[in-house]
Nanobody
Framework: QLHLVETGGGLVQPGGSLKLTCVGT????????IGWFRQSPGQGREGLFC????????FYDEGISGRLTASRDNDKNTVTFQLSSLKSEDTGVYYC??????????????????WGQGTQVTVSS
């Protein structure tokens, strides 16, 4: 089991960028896929992307792929992503999640094992 903490949220201006990091505590981080999700106000949680243990990325939201770069550091147990050209629609609570296994990104939210508490991002001028 992994304990996950998201950092980097806050207030960001439209057109700007944000950088969020998921920090995992536990010995299995390197052997887990890590996913990022967003819950916008009044909406359900949606998947953004999943990063495999080897660092390759599967986007759940293809529309965001052109604005998002992600990486992981298995020595530091972190996954970081940067989202640019921010819009008001990017406002929401961002969560990271983990699932054991280095290569397979889940198709369904129910397949994720561990979740962080979330970090709020507000895009507003």
């Amino acid at each position: 089991q992994l304990h996950l903490v998201e950092t980097g949220g806050g207030l960001v201006q439209p057109g700007g960028s944000l950088k969020l990091t998921c920090v995992g505590t536990g010995t299995t981080f390197y052997n887990s896929v890590i996913g990022w999700f967003r819950q916008s106000p009044g909406q359900g949680r949606e998947g953004l992307f999943c990063i495999r243990g080897v660092g390759s990325v599967r986007f759940y939201d293809e529309g965001i792929s052109g604005r998002l770069t992600a990486s992981r550091d298995n020595d530091k147990n972190t996954v970081t992503f940067q989202l640019s050209s921010l819009k008001s629609e990017d406002t929401g609570v961002y969560y990271c999640a983990a699932r054991p296994g280095r290569f397979v990104c889940p198709d369904n939210e129910s397949e994720w094992f561990d979740w962080g508490q979330g970090t709020q991002v507000t895009v507003s001028s």
